[in-house]
């Protein structure tokens, strides 16, 4: 059974996000695990009182955070009722980024899925801080944002963004193969390069390795001059071949680093119009631990 956790706001931006992983597995048993972190202000002076109206104020903020799942799990019950999805609620007083890793390690997660939005309102910008904070510390499962306001489609048509100069692993590409089964999708191998030069060596290697790894995938490799940014690259490229998913690894020196760091300049075109896939880098632990899990579900589709 897989595994997902659903950091929740209770905003729209986050039922999106619910709503999309609820389709994405609809045929799928899974266990969801929605999650709502809550970090009451402390008061900053002895005349504030620690009290509203005859209530200590981290009750009524616990109190609200564990309404609010209720509230969440009603609503997905009335509005799919899918025999084959559990939920499971956590109400936790803690960091967002801490405790979505400590429910990834309690519970051996899956796979994360969260709603993006533009940080302080602005929703040209990249993606929401929240969501960055999630990725960037998430190293042991993947990470699937979900823009605002985005309309489920089965993702048949899936990118994977890569500079080929990293060697990847089944484990690792194992999320993005099992989708690609899952939906009969086909990859987009796409490559942004700054000038167009022919692959070196190592380059050559890896893409031999990465095509291997997808033998079981219809896929076909795109090469595509660098235009501003690789986020507005990647984005240009999305939208003309329609693309439904997007789909990258997450180490140092990659092109989902590349865009976290990219100046705001840069950013304002790439809108996060479709779901963003970002796979951690596993270490060779993680890659034991979870490879019969991989190997198993590539497997059965």
């Not at 899952?182 to 990465?210: D, G, S």
Request: glycine share 2%; charged share 20%; hydrophobic share 40%.
């Amino acid at each position: 059974m897989k595994r997902i956790l659903i950091p929740t706001d209770f905003s729209q931006n986050a039922w999106n996000a619910i709503q999309y992983a609820l389709n994405l597995f609809k045929h799928q048993e899974c266990t969801f695990y929605l999650l709502n972190t809550y970090t009451p202000a402390i008061p900053s002076s002895r005349f504030m009182a620690p009290m509203v109206d005859g209530v200590r104020i981290e009750d009524a903020v616990r109190s609200n955070s564990e309404n609010g799942l209720k509230r969440t799990i009603e609503q997905i019950r009335a509005t799919f009722n899918n025999e084959k999805h559990r939920f499971e609620t956590i109400s936790s007083f803690n960091l967002l980024v801490d405790e979505v890793n400590d429910v990834v390690d309690t519970y051996s997660i899956d796979l994360i899925v969260a709603g993006t939005k533009g940080a302080s309102g602005m929703d040209e910008v990249f993606m929401g801080s929240n969501t960055v904070r999630i990725i960037k510390s998430t190293k042991k499962c993947p990470v699937l944002a979900i823009p605002k306001c985005f309309a489920f489609s089965a993702p048949s048509e899936m990118a994977f963004a890569t500079d080929f100069n990293r060697f990847y692993t089944a484990s690792e590409l194992a999320p993005l193969i099992e989708l690609a089964h899952a939906f009969k999708a086909t990859v987009r191998i796409v490559h942004v390069q700054y000038e167009i030069k022919a692959l070196t060596e190592l380059q050559q290697f890896n893409l031999n390795m990465l095509r291997k790894y997808l033998d079981s995938v219809e896929h076909y490799v795109h090469t595509v001059s660098e235009l501003n940014s690789v986020s507005h690259t990647l984005e240009i490229f999305s939208q003309e071949l329609d693309i439904h998913l997007l789909a990258m690894l997450n180490y140092q020196h990659s092109y989902m680093e590349r865009m976290t760091r990219e100046p705001i300049v840069k950013r304002t075109a790439f809108h996060t119009q479709i779901p963003l896939l970002v796979i951690p880098e596993l270490g060779m632990e993680s890659v034991s631990k979870r490879s019969e899990q991989n190997q198993e579900n590539l497997v059965s589709n």
